[in-house]
């Protein structure tokens, strides 16, 4: 898998059968490599302590994302204790079955990691495992959710979340707590004063400026029916914005996109950050500083653009939920059969927001919610419906895997925030992996 490494340590004591376990440890070995992940360590059971602490300092140095040890036969736990001690990564455990023949039992991996578990639970490490053939598709398929969430829990532990201004009056959904998120999360927060912000994006030469409005063009339609003066605002304000991210080491933006970016600065930011996170700079609107770390999860997870939106409506008879924003969608999530518009803000009737429907296909949905009080991680998976636009600017067609009058029933029940965010591919196995690695409640939709 691109851009995920996994530590591989094979574990094994001598008076089972080394045969089979260097043939089990090569073909997982195997396996993953042909899979698509990087690994660090070799396929050779090692079966001392001396042993492991040789093999562990090239996983440390490479900050591995996940740390693989497979049982290729019994041992003891000192070996899985000391990689977890000297390894700062998730563990995975792996036993392989073997064929109940009525002779010698050969390798006895299932009662290896059985061992392990108890010994690393006792000292307080957290670990999942696998108890499966080496060639097992869904052990693959686990080892890949493992290894995303894994990857997106690296990624948290370096995010630094830039915000832009207050959230609104009246919108606790967008409240945030800073300590709380580096203690729970490892994310650190900064403010910046949307006078200062502001200040920058005024000062923007035209030079800058202009290379990106030819730029966008070529990718929408409609650049040159909207308020040019306007217009160049937003974009001045996609260029203060990028230059922030890039100085500041930002991960992703939470903006206060109203009402003083209209009434003060005669634009709207949501094309501004809808740019953005089709750069993988994700960016949520009304300084939802929560939301912004969830499309961080997301976006570390599938690799691909995450999008926060509202939902909007719900129609039971065709079990659909609409979910929709005013226009600071990804582009790259545009309806491949309609051309994007750049369009006007609905109530304050200002440029630029991007207008589209959201393409076809499978999403994945998340929050990190803070509603009850304490963090949890809501996450479901849906099918976007191919549909045209339900209302002006971005927006979807939903149906879960449950009717849709139960998912707004959970909705409100919980009493959940307005934000949900959302990527393309089904990631549900990766988000419940994180959730269990930051330790969180999971609500599922």
Known sequence: MKNITLGFVAIARPTFD???AVQNSETVYQQLTTAGFHLIGTAKPIATLEETIEAAPPIQATSVDLLIIVQATFADSLMAVKLAELVDAPLLLWAVPEARTGGRLRSNSLCGINLAGHALTRAGYRYDYVY?????????AKVQALAQAAHALQQLRQTRIGVIGDHPAGFDTCRFDAPALKKQLGVEVQKFELTQVFGEIEQTPAEIVQPIAERLQQTIEGVAEVDQVALRGSLATYATLRRLAQEERLAGLAVRCWPEFF???????CGAMSMLSDEMTPCSCEADVNGTITQVMLQAISGQPAFGSDMVAMDKDADELVIWHCGLAPLTMADPTVRPRATIHSNRRMPLLMEFPLKPGVVTLARLSEATGEYRLVV???EMRSAPMSFGGTSGVLRFERPAHEILDVIMAEGLEHHLSLTYGDHVAAVLALAKMLNLPVLCL
Do not use: P, S
């Open 18 to 20: 080394m045969t089979l």
């Open 132 to 140: 499966a053939d080496t060639d097992d598709a869904t052990a693959l």
């Open 263 to 269: 009434t003060e600065l005669g634009c709207a930011a």
């Open 380 to 382: 479901g998976k849906a």
